[in-house]
């Protein structure tokens, strides 16, 4: 079963402009992570943000997580056509080595 | 560091026959995972290992799925018989360290297509 629920689906947007996504979970977690995955490749890690955390940066990314509502976002500013990929977060379940990747967000920049 | 090598990256197969893919996982990390992809049901965690031991199968569909990793740098994902269901992207990851705190590297998957 999926863990994490990523919104919007799809996102297509201008280079230059900021791109969110959210992610949106159910059980209790320890840590989150996003990943990005461009076509025919496999995952790369991007960042990790832990329960105690609130706002986390690296580079042109910002990562904030709200445990309250049990969701996170991811922030990429000044695109480039170098971002267009998949992105998505995944979970350890509340300390499970084992995580779980929500349905990913597809996004687009335009040159 | 060469990152976690899969093969073959793409294998296609009939129905009924034998598939084998393969990993080599980054040297010194004790985790290794199985995933499928497939655009109807994401990303799916299929068994996991530490240590060379297999620690949860729950998610191996049926029993025709089998895994083995006989040491710390090879591990295969079996299917038989195949079947068209099981055309998916399979993806092997490797991690050092538990409790979800490290980062999975992935391989580039293999592209399974059963006719």
């Known amino acids: 079963s999926q863990q994490g629920e990523e919104d919007p689906q799809a996102l297509s947007i201008q280079e230059g402009e900021n791109a969110t996504m959210n992610c949106s979970y159910k059980?209790?977690?320890?840590?989150l992570q996003w990943y990005r995955q461009n076509s025919g490749r496999g995952l790369v890690h991007l960042i990790l943000i832990r329960s105690n955390e609130r706002e986390k940066h690296s580079g042109r990314l910002r990562v904030t997580l709200d445990t309250s509502k049990k969701s996170s976002s991811l922030l990429i500013t000044a695109s480039r056509a170098a971002d267009t990929a998949s992105y998505f977060c995944a979970t350890d379940q509340g300390g499970a080595q084992k995580l779980v990747f929500g349905q990913g967000t597809r996004l687009t920049i335009n040159p | 560091d060469a990152g976690v090598i899969q093969s073959p990256r793409h294998e296609v197969t009939e129905m009924g026959q034998e598939v084998t893919l393969r990993c080599k996982p980054i040297?010194?990390?004790?985790?290794l995972f199985w995933y499928r992809q497939t655009m109807m049901r994401g990303l799916e965690l299929l068994i996991y290992?530490?240590?060379?031991?297999?620690?949860?199968d729950s998610g191996m569909p049926e029993d025709r799925f089998s895994a083995k990793m006989p040491n710390a740098s090879f591990s295969t994902l079996k299917i038989q018989p195949s079947e068209p269901r099981d055309s998916a992207v399979y993806f092997c990851?490797?991690?050092?360290?538990?409790?979800?705190?490290?980062?999975?590297?992935f391989g580039n998957g293999t592209r399974l297509t059963v006719t």
């Open positions: 290992f530490n240590n060379n031991v297999p620690i949860d």
């Open positions: 990851a490797s991690s050092w360290g538990n409790r979800g705190r490290s980062p999975l590297h």
């Open positions: 040297s010194g990390h004790d985790y």
């Open positions: 059980t209790s977690i320890n840590n």
